[in-house]
């Protein structure tokens, strides 16, 4: 297997007790340190109405990013496109692309990033139809190539940011195969059957202009540190947070030692235990074993890590560690 690469999605989580601001400055310096550290890529997110998320405008943060970082690579996982013009869209990652030459990623994608009601004020035009998602997708490629007869989108880079289609049910990885783009599973959304995701994508893939052979990533919840104890803390929070979220809530997280205390219901209990295949955990070896794993099952070198913690300098370390681990 060829050497893997380890990424970055960061969601721009506020922690308990903390602020916006701090949650930029959190991003801010895991994207110096990623950069420092060798890791390939760093992606962004677009959420809408979450209230422990700050990480709502993508283009504007890769902006903020890229004026203080040398050589990682930046993108957005994803732009939601139908909440956008596909025109102004192709203007944001144009304008990223001439002032980063090389670096940017452009990622997309067809949740609304938070609920409908946002969405329809993000867009009062989405009609959320399968037909608008894929003539929005020509129209961007078009804008990106000059392709477009009567409108350029503008300023006119060098180079074009590779567009990427995230998927976390396979149904946007047919399109990411019939237009040509590269393609990113979201295994920290759906953690079932990505690796055959990846595997049709591939069997059915087009060359496009700006890609010519099929490219593949998948992105995961990850922790990583030498104390088991904080290991077993950290994935005992998590599990109570998975479970929060698709409860629909968005209220303060109770303390760990709350939540160790909880006993679930049978039901919530076999829930817990499928979101399991939506993270990893353990010390930098067991890390290791289970990223080789992934990337072998995937047939991709690249891994998106995603790494949420309360403790924001155990999320530091974590990223340290793995970057040792795998000598990048």
């Known amino acids: ?30 994207a110096k340190l990623a950069d420092e550290l060798g890791y390939y890529r760093y ?26 970082t040398k050589q990682i690579r930046l993108g957005a996982a994803g732009i939601m496109l139908p909440n956008h ?7 944001n990652f144009r304008m990223l692309e001439a002032l980063f030459p090389g670096r940017v990623d452009l990622g997309i994608g067809r949740a609304p990033g938070g609920d409908r009601v ?44 590779p567009l990427w289609m995230l998927t976390s049910s396979g149904g946007s990885a047919s399109l990411a195969a019939h237009f040509g783009s590269a393609l990113s599973f979201a295994q920290f959304i759906n953690p079932t059957g990505g690796p055959e995701v990846v595997a049709q994508y591939r069997k059915h893939f087009k060359p496009s202009a700006t890609l010519k052979a099929p490219e593949a990533n998948f992105g995961i919840f ?11 803390r950290w994935q005992t929070v998590f599990d109570y947070r998975i ?22 219901m049978p039901e919530e209990q ?12 353990g010390t930098p070896k067991r890390m290791r074993q289970q990223i080789e794993t992934l990337c072998a099952q995937y047939g991709v070198n ?27």
């Open 85 to 91: 013009s596909a025109l102004k869209v192709a203007e």
């Open 43 to 68: 992606w962004v997110s677009e959420h809408h109405n979450i209230a422990n998320i700050a990480g709502s405008t993508p283009e504007v943060l890769l902006g903020f990013l890229g004026g203080q």
């Open 270 to 281: 076999l829930r817990i235990n499928y979101n399991r295949g939506r993270m990893i955990s």
């Open 222 to 232: 990850a922790f990583c540190s030498e104390d088991e104890e904080a290991v077993e």
């Open 118 to 161: 946002t969405a329809r004020l993000l867009n009062p035009m989405n009609s959320f139809s399968e037909a608008e998602f894929v003539q929005q997708i020509m129209d961007l490629q078009h804008f990106l190539t000059d392709k477009h007869q009567q409108v350029k989108a503008m300023p006119k880079a060098e180079t074009v940011p």
């Open 302 to 328: 690249e891994v998106v890590l995603c790494t949420i913690s309360e403790n924001a300098e155990e999320r530091i370390t974590s990223f340290k560690l793995l970057a040792k681990e795998f000598g990048i």
């Open 243 to 264: 479970l929060h979220i698709e409860r629909g809530r968005d209220t303060p997280l109770p303390s760990y030692e709350e939540i160790a205390d909880m006993e679930y």
């Open 1 to 30: 297997m060829e050497k893997i690469r380890l990424s970055i999605l960061d969601q721009s989580h506020v922690r308990l007790g903390s602020t916006t601001t701090n949650a930029m400055q959190e991003t801010l310096a895991l």
